[in-house]
């Protein structure tokens, strides 16, 4: 078999990585659901090949500390514990390519991907980790703050609020359902949506306006975010009204955007089937999608729980269901 060497230099942090002619399985994304992946395929013996993309790593990358997930008593930095997950992978051998994958042919019993810098992978099978993008509001200062009192994950992040004030952005069943989960941290949450009714269903409104933590702003969107990151962080939100123009400020240290998740599945859209969010389609609690051999895991295919436990976790499943699937094909 042909091994192709390609060198993309860094040292010992990234060293010479094998291209075969035919790989037995690429897996595509760097987040916990990929990672996971690569192990599992790494101790199967199928010499998996990662393509990271950019930046590699997924949404943990920018999350500050993470204190739910297993096996880590004190919290972990987004980061570190992406470099856990790799480092422990490639011990176990995964090749990493740190590069982008701009097309797929995902069709026929060999796959062809084609990177960033022209380089087409042939494989016979392919796990899709490429994961989902948070929706943010697209503002200079909430970039600038993002892990800095401006999240889009209220459950990986509401602890750190204890006791504070803090606002969530939206106005569907999850912006309702992060506020209320707040409650349970929080002194006061403000839900800001720019309507003066929700869109959310009638028993999570009525869950929401019930409760006393809560406080509605109708007709408003942020206008602009107060802070610093190398301060104390947000520190308001100034908001402007819809219908008025005017302009308010209040007091948080923490802002949730709840405006939804893209899955980053364009590149592929036309091949894998998709339900009407745009999330891959997987069958019978498997991670099989609807063409043989390709596979998906993690938060491209997860419109729920969106959770790196649950990546990593459904990454292990498409690792195995692909071990299997290799071998009924007759593939050594």
Same mark, same amino acid.
């Given at each position: #078999?042909?091994e192709?060497?390609?060198?993309?230099?860094? @040292?010992?942090?990234m060293?010479? =990585?094998?291209?075969?002619?035919? $790989?037995? =399985?690429?897996?595509?994304?760097?987040?916990?659901? *990929?990672?996971?992946?690569?192990?599992?395929?790494?101790?199967?013996?199928?010499?998996?090949?990662?393509?990271?993309?950019?930046?590699?790593?997924?949404?943990?990358?920018?999350t500050?500390?993470?204190?739910?997930?297993p096996?880590?008593? $004190?919290?972990?930095?987004?980061?570190?514990?992406?470099?856990?997950?790799?480092?422990?992978?490639?011990?176990?051998? %995964?090749?990493?390519?740190?590069?982008?994958?701009?097309?797929?042919?995902?069709? *026929?019993?060999?796959?062809?991907?084609t990177?960033?810098?022209?380089?087409?992978?042939? %494989?016979?099978?392919?796990?899709?980790?490429?994961?989902?993008?948070?929706?943010?509001? *697209?503002?200079?200062?909430?970039?600038?703050?993002?892990?800095?009192?401006?999240?889009?994950?209220?459950?990986?992040? @509401?602890?750190?609020?204890?006791n504070?004030?803090?606002a969530?952005?939206?106005g569907?069943?999850?912006?309702? $359902?992060?506020?209320?989960?707040?409650?349970?941290?929080?002194?006061? =949450?403000?839900?800001?949506?720019?309507?003066?009714?929700?869109?959310?269903s009638?028993? #999570?409104?009525?869950?929401?306006?019930?409760?006393?933590?809560?406080?509605?702003?109708?007709?408003?969107?942020?206008?602009?975010? =107060?802070?610093?990151?190398?301060?104390?962080?947000?520190?308001?939100?100034?908001?402007r009204?819809?219908?008025?123009?005017?302009?308010?400020?209040?007091?948080?240290?923490?802002?949730?955007?709840?405006?939804?998740?893209?899955?980053?599945?364009?590149?592929?859209?036309?091949?894998? $089937?998709?339900?009407?969010?745009?999330?891959?389609?997987?069958?019978?609690?498997?991670?099989? %999608?609807?063409?043989? *051999?390709?596979?998906?895991? @993690?938060?491209?295919?997860?419109?729920?729980?969106?959770?790196?436990?649950?990546?990593?976790?459904?990454?292990?499943?498409?690792?195995?269901?692909?071990?299997?699937?290799?071998?009924?094909?007759?593939?050594?």
């Amino acid at each position: #078999m042909t091994e192709i060497s390609i060198n993309f230099g860094g @040292g010992d942090e990234m060293p010479d =990585v094998e291209i075969r002619e035919l $790989e037995n =399985v690429v897996i595509v994304g760097s987040g916990p659901a *990929g990672l996971t992946a690569a192990i599992y395929a790494s101790r199967a013996n199928l010499f998996p090949l990662l393509v990271e993309g950019y930046p590699g790593g997924g949404q943990l990358m920018e999350t500050t500390d993470v204190e739910n997930f297993p096996g880590y008593p $004190e919290a972990v930095k987004g980061p570190d514990l992406i470099n856990d997950l790799k480092q422990q992978a490639l011990r176990f051998g %995964t090749r990493f390519l740190a590069s982008e994958i701009v097309s797929f042919n995902l069709n *026929g019993d060999v796959k062809e991907l084609t990177t960033d810098m022209g380089l087409k992978i042939k %494989t016979r099978a392919v796990i899709l980790g490429t994961g989902a993008s948070a929706r943010y509001l *697209g503002m200079e200062n909430e970039t600038k703050l993002k892990g800095y009192g401006v999240s889009a994950c209220a459950v990986c992040d @509401g602890f750190f609020y204890r006791n504070q004030h803090v606002a969530v952005i939206g106005g569907g069943d999850s912006a309702l $359902e992060d506020a209320l989960f707040l409650t349970k941290h929080a002194e006061k =949450v403000y839900i800001v949506h720019r309507r003066d009714e929700f869109r959310a269903s009638k028993i #999570m409104q009525q869950r929401a306006l019930s409760n006393p933590k809560v406080q509605i702003v109708w007709n408003s969107v942020v206008d602009d975010l =107060v802070g610093e990151p190398d301060k104390d962080g947000l520190t308001a939100l100034r908001l402007r009204n819809t219908k008025t123009d005017e302009v308010t400020e209040i007091s948080v240290t923490g802002m949730f955007v709840a405006v939804g998740h893209d899955p980053n599945t364009t590149l592929f859209a036309n091949q894998v $089937e998709l339900d009407k969010a745009g999330f891959i389609k997987t069958s019978d609690n498997t991670s099989h %999608t609807n063409i043989p *051999g390709v596979f998906a895991c @993690g938060d491209v295919m997860d419109p729920r729980y969106k959770q790196a436990i649950t990546a990593a976790g459904s990454g292990c499943k498409a690792a195995l269901d692909t071990e299997k699937w290799l071998i009924e094909m007759g593939y050594e």
